[in-house]
């Protein structure tokens, strides 16, 4: 079973930056698409951003331009580096690992998750 450890989130002001990590275990990551999804309160879990084996990259359109993914494929780590954040983007972000190319996978179809990263965009 796969297991994910996220990290790096905090409280930062509108505008500012944070880098998320995800380390990954029990997985052929060799096949694997990763992805970053987040949750914020009163409102689902949705998909922020995935990255292919290959390094092809899939983003929600709010955060296009702002947030980039990437992945170390010797290390098994994904991470989020996200710039001008904004207060909308307030909410947990999780990481998830998943078989094939696909760049969008429904949260619903996932049996596991990680324990999250809160990050808090406020002045």
């Known amino acids: 079973q796969v297991q994910l450890v996220e990290s790096g989130g905090g409280l930062v002001q509108p505008g500012g930056s944070l880098r998320l990590s995800c380390a990954a275990s029990?997985?052929?990551?060799?096949?694997?698409?990763m992805g970053w999804y987040r949750q914020a309160p009163g409102k689902q879990r949705e998909l922020v951003a995935a990255?292919?084996?290959?390094?092809?990259?899939n983003y929600a359109d709010s955060v296009k331009g702002r947030f980039t993914i990437s992945r170390d494929n010797t290390l098994n780590t994904v991470a989020l580096q996200m710039n001008n954040l904004k207060p909308e983007d307030t909410a947990v972000y999780y990481c998830?690992?998943?078989?094939?190319?696909?760049?969008?996978?429904?949260?619903?179809?996932?049996?596991?998750w990680g324990q999250g990263t809160q990050v808090t965009v406020s002045s």
């Open positions: 990255i292919t084996r290959g390094g092809t990259t």
């Open positions: 029990g997985y052929r990551f060799s096949f694997a698409t």
């Open positions: 998830n690992v998943w078989y094939g190319s696909r760049l969008f996978v429904p949260p619903t179809d996932f049996d596991s």
